[in-house]
């Protein structure tokens, strides 16, 4: 029963699940907005973006009957594809549908089939008029069946759900604008998956994951940011009058240096070697190096801190050291046991 509920959904956009052979990008698609699931709306967009655009040429004499009526670029009156629903609920969808006997339905079959209403006149000449007249002159010729749908050089019979949600979220993925930034102020740094997942290893805290996204992202609101939002008169450090940049508000920050370096010797006591903390595992995390559970209570660490220096900064407190020892103190079991999975 729960499997004809998106079928039911694609049906109403064509019969035979004829949106799969939709010739069209997901922008320009009409009705889509008939389908309620969020999550099957944006697997069809993505199914349409990854879609090969066929043109007129492109379509074989014998596969001009199975195109589609509705959705398809090629067939478009005054510039737009057609989509009229209750045509579809008769049953007409393809351009064979309007293919019978060698010859084109007239007007007054189609209205045997549709129903007399008041523009179905006008529907039906728009209809004819869209399709491409080389079509119309070739349309005799038909094949027994429409041709399997082919993703990516992979015909229906033949997907996995696997295969088809990989291709799916490669076409709708695009790289992050933020990875351009880094790499401009960090010549050969590579914002790999781990730099991403660094919060999500160390800690199921939301408010860290949070911050570190923020951090990671650029979206931060220091003071550059601020300023630009107009909550803020000036984009330089209210401790020490330099330009805030992420970097510096989290590192470079006279009044921070102190606690990285009560962080380094808490760490590297931990670890039972000298930890020296650089700019980079600051901003992004440690990522290489030590075993896993060493490197995720590291991680916990510096995202503790980053935290303490946000309130610090933002907030009413008087001494950074202490509040970073009492936000220690309130995770440290969580983060023990955290860190020995």
Known sequence: MWAKIPLSYLNS???????????????????????CSHFLRRAIEAWLDGMKIATVDDVGTTQICHQNIWNNILIRYKNRPLFIPRWIQKGITSLGDLFQNDQWLSYNEVREIIGHSGGLLFEYNAIMNAIPLAWKTNGAEQISEPPNPDFHGKTISTWTSSFVRNKLTAIRYRQPGVINFWANKYPGLEISPRIWEVAFKCTKETRLRVLHFKIVHNIYPTKILLQKMGLADSSNCSYCNTRDYMEHFFYHCLTVRNLWTHIECK??????????????DIIFGITTGYNSRIRNCLNAYILVGKL?????????????????????????LKFQSEADD
């Open 13 to 35: 956009l064509g019969n035979n699940m004829a949106i799969l052979r939709s010739n069209i990008r997901a922008k320009d698609f009409v009705g889509l907005n008939k389908i």
């Open 308 to 332: 303490c220096i946000s309130k610090y900064k933002y907030g009413q407190y008087h001494d950074l050291l202490l509040l970073f020892q009492n936000e220690i103190n309130m995770r440290k």
């Open 267 to 280: 760490l590297s006591t931990f670890i039972g070697a000298p930890l020296e903390l650089y700019e980079r």
